[in-house]
Structures are given as structure tokens and as C-alpha cells.
């Protein structure tokens, strides 16, 4: 059984979240707060909380400031951010804060089930069609093609595969049915990438995959290998 907690001031969509995991996640219970001071006195009081679902609009909290508000109070709480924001420099501050995820609120019912669980079982959850990087024309294979950093040379084509997914928002279990191996040697190779690029977590890890153009050194080394 889950503890969850959702902090917005609009009823309708505290009923809405409320309705979705009722009908999602039967076994779970949920907690309403219509304000940062509420959500803190909750989770002040429920040492079993699994999960905070944070609106950025609450009256007594402006953009970020509930989320850096419940990361100092409860460091052990898991918080994930649900706004209408879609902007991807305030999903970037949002992980940087230490959110373990950001669901857009008008992620489909479906979706954002899959998200709750992901989220639910110690993951990362990003938006995929916001943190996809913007398509762009890429450089053909060869001279003047820019070389990748360092780090990132030293993963191999399966570690660049896990991680590329990563940064799409997939899930170990995702990876392992997209690139056929089992769900355990998708863990192993997340540890191997963290390690490989010095970086404390996933988060860190999507953050730099996201600065990187993953794709472009994977058609390199599958052009090499031809």
C-alpha cells in the first residue's frame, strides 16, 4: 500500500488526481492539501508518505518555492512536480531542487499512471515529448562532425542506449522490453553509466544526457562498425 499526497488549490483537480488513483492504484491512499503550509503539516505527520504530487500555484508559494520549502523540511521525501508549466528550463530547476520527477497536468489518464508507478518505484519521471531534445539538422558522419565529450566516449553502445532511453523518461522496465535484456542488467548498466560520468544520480545523468547529442555518437560508433 502507497501514501500519496497531492498539494493544488483547485478541488476539481485534487478530485480528479483522487479519481485516477482510486481507479489506478486501488491499494493507495491519498492525502489532500490545498497549500504549502498544509503539505508540510502532512508530511510532518505521515512518516509513511510515499509520494508528494506539487503544484507550482499554491497561494502561499510562488513557482519553486513549495518545492525547496518540502526539500529542506522532509530531504527524505520524494516530491514531484505537477503544473500546467511545460517549460523545460522550470523542469531543469525543478530536478536541480531535487524533484524526482515532473508530470505535465495535462498528461493523459494512462500516462500518468505509468508515471505514478515509475515514480512509486524509485524513479525518475520526465515529461518525453518536453525533454526530447529539439530536433536539428545533424552533420554527416565524418570530418567536421563534432566530437562527443569524453565521458560519454567511455560508455559502450549498450550504456548509450539505457541512457539515451533515460533521457526520454523510460523506465528500467521499459528499457529492458525496448532493448531485450533483463530488468536487472538495465540496473547494472545505470550503475556503470553513473559511475562512468561521475554523477551522483539519475537526475544528474539525464541532465548531462540532455546536453549531449547521444544519437549522433551512436550513428558514429555504428558506422565505424560497419
Same mark, same amino acid.
Given at each position: 500500500?502507497?501514501?500519496?499526497?497531492? $498539494?493544488?488549490?483547485? %478541488? &476539481?483537480? +485534487?478530485?480528479?488526481?483522487?479519481?485516477?488513483?482510486?481507479?489506478?492504484? =486501488?491499494?493507495?491512499? &491519498?492525502?489532500? !492539501?490545498?497549500?504549502?503550509?498544509?503539505?508540510?503539516?502532512?508530511?510532518?505527520?505521515? $512518516?509513511?508518505?510515499?509520494?508528494?504530487?506539487?503544484?507550482?500555484?499554491? =497561494? #502561499?508559494?510562488?513557482?519553486?518555492?513549495?518545492?525547496?520549502? &518540502? +526539500?529542506?523540511?522532509?530531504?527524505?521525501?520524494?516530491? !514531484?512536480?505537477? *503544473?500546467?508549466?511545460?517549460?523545460?528550463?522550470?523542469?531543469?530547476?525543478?530536478?536541480?531542487?531535487?524533484?524526482? /520527477?515532473?508530470? %505535465? @497536468?495535462?498528461?493523459?489518464?494512462? #500516462?500518468?499512471? !505509468?508515471?505514478?508507478?515509475?515514480?512509486?518505484?524509485?524513479?525518475?519521471?520526465?515529461?518525453?515529448?518536453?525533454?526530447?531534445? =529539439?530536433?536539428?539538422?545533424?552533420?554527416?558522419?565524418? $570530418?567536421?562532425?563534432?566530437?562527443?565529450? =569524453?565521458?560519454?566516449?567511455?560508455?559502450?553502445?549498450?550504456?548509450?542506449?539505457?541512457?539515451?532511453?533515460?533521457? +526520454?523518461?523510460? *523506465?528500467? @522496465?521499459?528499457? !529492458?522490453?525496448?532493448?531485450?535484456?533483463?530488468?536487472?542488467?538495465?540496473?547494472?548498466?545505470?550503475?556503470?553509466?553513473?559511475?562512468?560520468? /561521475?554523477?551522483?544520480?539519475?537526475?544528474?545523468?539525464?541532465? $548531462?544526457?540532455?546536453?549531449?547529442?547521444?544519437?549522433?555518437?551512436?550513428?558514429?560508433?555504428?558506422?565505424?562498425?560497419?
Amino acid at each position: 500500500m502507497h501514501t500519496l499526497m497531492v $498539494a493544488d488549490d483547485h %478541488p &476539481l483537480f +485534487r478530485e480528479a488526481i483522487a479519481a485516477v488513483i482510486e481507479a489506478g492504484l =486501488p491499494d493507495s491512499r &491519498l492525502l489532500e !492539501a490545498e497549500s504549502l503550509d498544509q503539505a508540510l503539516r502532512h508530511a510532518a505527520a505521515c $512518516a509513511e508518505l510515499d509520494l508528494v504530487l506539487l503544484d507550482l500555484g499554491l =497561494p #502561499d508559494a510562488s513557482g519553486l518555492e513549495g518545492l525547496q520549502a &518540502l +526539500r529542506a523540511a522532509h530531504p527524505w521525501l520524494p516530491v !514531484a512536480i505537477l *503544473s500546467a508549466d511545460q517549460e523545460r528550463r522550470t523542469i531543469l530547476d525543478a530536478l536541480d531542487l531535487g524533484a524526482v /520527477g515532473y508530470i %505535465p @497536468k495535462s498528461t493523459p489518464r494512462r #500516462d500518468l499512471l !505509468a508515471a505514478l508507478a515509475q515514480l512509486l518505484e524509485g524513479q525518475v519521471y520526465l515529461p518525453p515529448e518536453i525533454m526530447r531534445r =529539439p530536433a536539428v539538422p545533424q552533420p554527416s558522419i565524418g $570530418a567536421g562532425m563534432p566530437t562527443p565529450g =569524453p565521458r560519454f566516449a567511455e560508455l559502450t553502445d549498450k550504456q548509450l542506449e539505457v541512457l539515451l532511453r533515460l533521457s +526520454r523518461g523510460a *523506465s528500467n @522496465k521499459v528499457i !529492458a522490453r525496448e532493448l531485450d535484456i533483463a530488468e536487472t542488467t538495465v540496473k547494472t548498466h545505470v550503475s556503470a553509466i553513473l559511475r562512468k560520468l /561521475g554523477v551522483p544520480g539519475r537526475v544528474q545523468a539525464i541532465l $548531462a544526457a540532455n546536453d549531449a547529442d547521444l544519437e549522433a555518437l551512436l550513428a558514429e560508433r555504428h558506422a565505424a562498425s560497419r
